[in-house]
């Protein structure tokens, strides 16, 4: 059940972010805090546009000739739809009772631009459990993936039962946060009532069977990313003879779906993934050669001792945290976003907190807290009901169906001692199973009065067809599990992306992406072509190597020695604090909001426009050094960064410094250089921009 939140844009990278492009089920239900910003919203409407352009056709749009037009139901195509036609074709609600209640399954299909028939329909899920494929972002990201094959090959786009225009489900008080989570999900299911468990993959599969041959196509290439990637491996399960190839991305599937092997699966990933994106950062590895044990370190020292403090959320606003290890495990460390904020700087702030200095990890915890109730807007863009009806595709759940919550509850508890001590290592039992973050905890609320058809019915067989799995370097959601994933499919490649997240074809760029590239390739020669893209990251996310306390704890610049640097080891340290500042600042406007606070004190505002202007009003990355100035930020070009600061303070004698150089950029990373006065002396030195 990956679901959706709105993360910013920008810079050299584009990436979309759909109702399902990327991670946990409470990355969703934090989704609500972080509205599209608006540097997102512009680039988004830039592609849009240009999209639709490239979308328009000379001539009437039809279906194909092969269609059984008694079993479509044409419809008005929606506006955004341009090119595409449009209907539903009806299917049974229950197939066990197939005369009963039908339920309309929406489609839109885009035609092929060259002549003749198309080789294949490209269809697919991005994931989510209760995300569709037809609203404006879905619908972007497949035409930008596969704009390269549809030439030859149509694209079809199905919204699954229960989402988008096929009947979303819609329970008031799940979708909007007016009840608690455990009894909004119990009112939901319900509301369903005996229908409560026909919205797992099972039953969505063979509403997209039921579309295909409504429309006449023998072959389908299906994508699978996310947790689409169960309705994928559902779909070759029972239909393989009408598949031409398989793309899984970052795909969730039946490994993952037995006993607590998710949560197991994610939770251990986090160590290695932290430490690889530290590896890659001239700032974090050479503060941290041994990532991985301190983040088992950090775990430890939080579950022994707890701490809490005041610290300033993503919007600048002070607040009260509290972290213990469930906290850690929620907030910090599966609290990603786009640009990998707590990823990048869990493991400088876990080596202030050894210092005795908190405010770091707090204010992690603090941007990234989120509560299970929350407004997740209109459900045909993205249904909660869906997305918590596909918990009947656990097998087995730690608990009988037909049981009351209560005795369910003491199953689960049952099954959770029975693990061993470490199964979740370096986190406890406790922590691994918690409400907030477990994949089995969050269905213990929901009714199954009736079997649902299952992932993988019985003596399951995958068919011989080319298979690509996608994985992201940085993913803690699925990497761990992707291998065992791709073991399923006897004819299947697999391919990592360096520094890519969650969904590696999501991560679009301008003028480049590997993932799709490869993707594309694959899907039009049914075998794997040039993959030297992934050899090496094609960007670096920024982290932080340390949290100084005092600019002397910094590590000092460099000295650009074709400039007669004049200023001391001390202010050269100052140098660092300052443009630390700048990046911290930069950071925080990009994935949260235009207003926040600096770690240590003092505020920012951001306007944003092609050319983000960034005001730094007292910020302090370190007690002892004040920053103030403006940033200006190339968003829409080439990510060049122009500063000019202030600098005062206790820890300094004070001055003005001039930084230039690229922030968000291509890998591998250059530098800042920044020149000035500071304490009545010519800076002239170097500063890594990762």
Partial sequence: MYSRKHIPVGAVVFVLLTNSLNASAQEKRQSHKRQATPQSAALFQRSARATQEQLQRTGPVRFPASANFKAIIPTT??????????????????????????????????????????????????????????????????????????????????????????????????????????????????????????????????????????????????????????????????????????????????????????????????????????????????DHPDAIDEVNELVASIRAHPIEGDAHDAGGNLVHVRIDETALLNFVLTSGNFAFNATGEVLAAAAALRRGDTTPLLRLAAEGFFTLEGDSGDATAFSVGAEMASCVDLNPAPWDWSSTVETRQDQFANAVAELPANYFAPFSRAAGTNLAGSYVKLCLWWEEPTPPSPVLLPNPVFPHVPTLVLSGELDNLSVYSDPRVAALFPDSVSVTIPESGHKPTTYLFSGANCARDIASDFLKNLQLGD????????????????FPLFAREARPAEIDVSVNNEASVAERKVATVAVAAVTDALQRAFSYSGDGAGLRGGTYHADYNDTWTITLTDCAFAKDVVVNGTINFANSTDSSVSADVNVSGPGTQGGALHIEGNWMFVAPGGTFKVSGILGGRRVAVWIPEA
Wanted: glycine share 10%.
């Fill in 531 to 546: 993959t030297s893209c992934a050899k090496e990251p094609f960007y670096t996310w920024p982290a932080v190597g340390r």
């Fill in 77 to 286: 195509c929606p506006p955004e739809a341009s090119g595409a036609v449009c209907g539903y074709v009806k299917v049974p609600l229950d197939r066990s009772h197939p005369k009963q209640a039908q339920i309309p399954i929406y489609f839109e299909l885009y035609p092929h631009t060259a002549s003749g028939p198309a080789e294949s329909a490209i269809v697919g899920d991005p994931g989510g459990g209760g995300g569709d494929s037809t609203t404006i972002d879905n619908r972007l990201f497949f035409h930008l993936l596969f704009a390269r094959n549809m030439e030859v090959h149509d694209l079809l786009l199905v919204d699954g039962r229960g989402r988008g225009y096929s009947q979303a489900i819609d329970c008031a008080p799940l979708q909007h946060g007016t009840e608690p989570f455990t009894q909004a999900t119990a009112d939901c299911a319900a509301q369903l009532g005996l229908a409560a468990s026909r919205y797992g993959a099972g039953d969505v599969v063979q509403d997209i069977e039921a579309v295909r041959a409504a429309l006449g196509y023998d072959k389908l290439d299906y994508y699978g990313g996310s947790y689409g990637g169960v309705e994928a491996t559902a779909y070759a399960t029972r239909f393989g003879e009408h598949l031409r190839s398989v793309i899984l991305d970052s795909p969730l599937s039946a490994p993952q779906l037995s006993l607590f092997a998710f949560d197991h699966d994610r939770w251990r990933a986090i160590p290695q993934v932290i430490a690889a994106d530290c590896k890659h950062s001239p700032t974090c590895a050479p």
